[in-house]
């Protein structure tokens, strides 16, 4: 009988599954997320914005055609993240002061070899470049990605006011604070064009980064800044 009653749940458990969604969905209990869907939303909508004036930025310094836009937002695990990096990497690091924790600002590699041809008076054709960085290079793109800090913080005013501090560039995810192996992170994509090169920039957010001010993100919330 207590076989008979197992199945029958197992059965009616599988028929509610499916009904109506032709499928069911898994969750991982061990590994919860952490960002709500309306954080999610909230940032995608933050970065956006400062997709636009990222766009402005680099055609303003570049003078030559630029464009960047929200590929997508995704939660990523720390340690997965860090073993996914490529080697080199072109890594800005920077401090979400007044509160604690940081953003870390991944350049493609095809976007950072850009940039530099640009700012070096070439013609931002597309490179095929696969090696360490010089000094020279990092110095010339802690110059460039400087001031991205500032656009954080007028990205992220609708929301909370910020005061991002550049840190440095790292070229290897050994040089990255380290945070716990199963911090969870907001990994936010911009596909970004310079010139004839497309690229991508990628923004990873650690959670305990927002955790002072999380209950913001969940807030229906209408941006100034076009």
Same mark, same amino acid.
């Given at each position: 009988?207590?076989?008979?009653?197992?199945?029958?749940?197992?059965?009616? =458990?599988?028929?509610?599954?499916?009904? @109506?969604?032709?499928? =069911?969905?898994?969750?991982?209990?061990?590994? $919860?997320?952490?960002?709500?869907?309306?954080?999610?939303?909230?940032?995608?909508?933050?970065?956006?914005?400062?997709?636009?004036?990222?766009?402005?930025? /680099?055609?303003?310094?570049?003078?030559?055609?630029?464009?960047? &836009?929200?590929?997508?937002?995704?939660?990523?695990?720390?340690?997965?993240?860090?073993?996914?990096? $490529?080697?080199?990497?072109?890594?800005?690091?920077? +401090?979400?002061?007044?509160?604690?924790? /940081?953003?870390?600002?991944?350049?493609?590699?095809? =976007?950072?070899? @850009?940039?530099?041809?640009?700012?070096?008076?070439?013609?931002?054709?597309?490179?095929?470049?696969?090696?360490?960085?010089?000094?020279? &290079?990092?110095?010339?793109? +802690?110059?460039?990605?400087?001031?991205?800090?500032?656009?954080?913080? +007028?990205?992220?005013?609708?929301?909370?006011?910020?005061? $991002?501090?550049?840190?440095?560039?790292?070229?290897?995810?050994?040089?990255?604070?380290?945070?716990? $192996?199963?911090?969870?992170?907001?990994?936010?994509?911009?596909?970004?064009?310079?010139?004839?090169?497309?690229? /991508?920039?990628?923004?990873? =957010?650690?959670?305990?980064?927002?955790?002072?001010?999380?209950?913001?993100?969940?807030?229906?919330?209408?941006?100034?800044?076009?």
């Amino acid at each position: 009988m207590s076989e008979v009653m197992l199945q029958n749940s197992q059965d009616s =458990i599988k028929g509610h599954g499916t009904e @109506g969604t032709g499928h =069911i969905t898994r969750y991982d209990f061990r590994r $919860p997320n952490k960002f709500g869907k309306d954080q999610m939303r909230t940032l995608h909508v933050i970065h956006e914005y400062y997709a636009r004036m990222l766009t402005t930025y /680099f055609s303003g310094i570049l003078r030559t055609y630029s464009h960047a &836009e929200v590929a997508g937002v995704a939660e990523k695990i720390y340690h997965e993240f860090s073993n996914s990096l $490529p080697d080199p990497v072109i890594m800005a690091v920077m +401090e979400m002061a007044p509160y604690n924790g /940081f953003v870390m600002i991944e350049l493609s590699q095809s =976007i950072a070899f @850009g940039l530099l041809d640009h700012i070096l008076g070439g013609s931002g054709g597309e490179m095929n470049e696969n090696r360490e960085y010089t000094d020279i &290079e990092i110095a010339l793109l +802690e110059r460039i990605m400087s001031p991205m800090a500032g656009l954080i913080a +007028e990205s992220w005013s609708g929301v909370v006011m910020l005061e $991002p501090r550049f840190e440095r560039v790292v070229t290897s995810s050994r040089f990255i604070q380290a945070m716990s $192996p199963n911090e969870t992170l907001a990994c936010i994509t911009l596909n970004v064009i310079v010139g004839s090169i497309n690229g /991508f920039i990628n923004i990873y =957010i650690p959670h305990i980064c927002i955790q002072p001010f999380e209950d913001k993100l969940s807030n229906r919330l209408w941006f100034s800044g076009d």
